[in-house]
């Protein structure tokens, strides 16, 4: 079975940039897409973006001039590139794996990072 | 961009009566659509998919329904482990958005 783990930074200051790494363990990440999804404390959940083992990448438009996403498959991680940060970007980020059907459900997560943005 | 709105946002059911949930999405999102669970201080948890497939190792008593704009989660029998709070999810096209969560609580 797939496992998921966060890993970076827990405080990062503002205009500064949030880095985190995801670990794929029980399988290859040279399947399926991966992803980066986050939650404000006390708020719902917001896609941030994925990317496939070859580099492919999709973005949530409302963070896509900020977010990159890479892939390091050597590794079996993925990882998430926040720059310019701001306090609204405080939150408990989450990588999940997307289903292996054909449809952009997400199967596994890890059990979430809080990143906090604070100088 | 597709908006999903949940209801109720709080709602307070005894253990052992039935829960049923409500999504809504803004525009058709078919049947692209996926519940979650997710306790406090937990990642969510995969429960529906398709809108009403159940995902390995949910309980029969989580049930999905609706197509369109419609949803609705329902669970037929709260036992414990069920309070918590639900999150659907559309997948119909980018982005991926979530509802605003319903909170099922014990009354």
């Known amino acids: 079975q797939v496992q998921l783990q966060e890993s970076g930074p827990g405080l990062v200051k503002p205009s500064e940039t949030l880095s985190l790494t995801c670990t794929v363990s029980?399988?290859?990440?040279?399947?399926?897409?991966w992803n980066w999804i986050r939650q404000p404390p006390g708020k719902g959940l917001e896609w941030i973006g994925n990317i496939y083992y070859s580099g492919s990448t999709n973005y949530n438009p409302s963070l896509k001039s900020r977010v990159t996403i890479s892939v390091d498959t050597s590794r079996n991680q993925f990882s998430l590139n926040l720059n310019s940060v701001t306090a609204a970007d405080t939150a408990v980020y989450y990588c999940a794996k997307k289903s292996g059907d054909a449809y952009w459900y997400f199967d596994f997560w890890g059990r979430g990072t809080l990143v906090t943005v604070s100088s | 961009e597709i908006v999903m709105t949940q209801s109720p946002a709080t709602l307070s059911v005894s253990p052992g009566e039935r829960a049923t949930l409500s999504c809504r999405a803004s525009?058709?999102?078919?049947?692209?659509l996926a519940w979650y669970q997710q306790e406090p201080g937990q990642a969510p948890r995969l429960l529906i998919y398709?809108?009403?497939t159940r995902a390995t190792g949910i309980p029969a008593r989580f049930s999905g329904s609706g197509s369109g704009t419609e949803f609705t989660l329902t669970i037929s029998s709260l036992q414990s482990e069920d309070f918590a709070v639900y999150y659907c999810?559309?997948?119909?096209?980018?982005?991926?958005?979530f509802g605003g969560g319903t909170k099922v609580e014990i009354k």
């Open positions: 525009q058709s999102v078919s049947s692209n």
């Open positions: 999810q559309h997948y119909n096209n980018w982005p991926l958005t």
């Open positions: 398709g809108a009403s």
């Open positions: 029980g399988g290859s990440i040279s399947s399926y897409y």
